[in-house]
């Protein structure tokens, strides 16, 4: 699975790039929950949080079985 959200987050990482900011993967766990390092412009954003559960989580779920959330670091 870990590979499989490696993968996922390069799909998800020009957008972030796009506007400055980055993701990092840092771990998943047995339930499902992946934690990343959101970094550059989207560290300390107000939207990040926004990002984090409408973009890079909605994309995970969907993209990758057996992610249940994402969460940041």
């Known amino acids: ?5 490696k993968e996922a987050i390069e799909d998800i990482r020009p957008s972030l790039q796009a506007d400055g900011g980055d993701i990092e993967f ?5 339930t499902g929950k ?22 890079v989580e909605a994309y995970l779920t969907k993209k990758v079985p057996g992610v249940t959330t994402v969460d940041q670091e």
């Open 34 to 55: 992946v934690l990343v390092r959101l970094t550059g412009a989207c560290d300390g954003c107000p939207m990040a949080i926004m990002t984090l559960k409408q973009g």
């Open 26 to 30: 840092v771990s998943v766990d047995d």
């Open 1 to 5: 699975m870990e590979e499989q959200i």
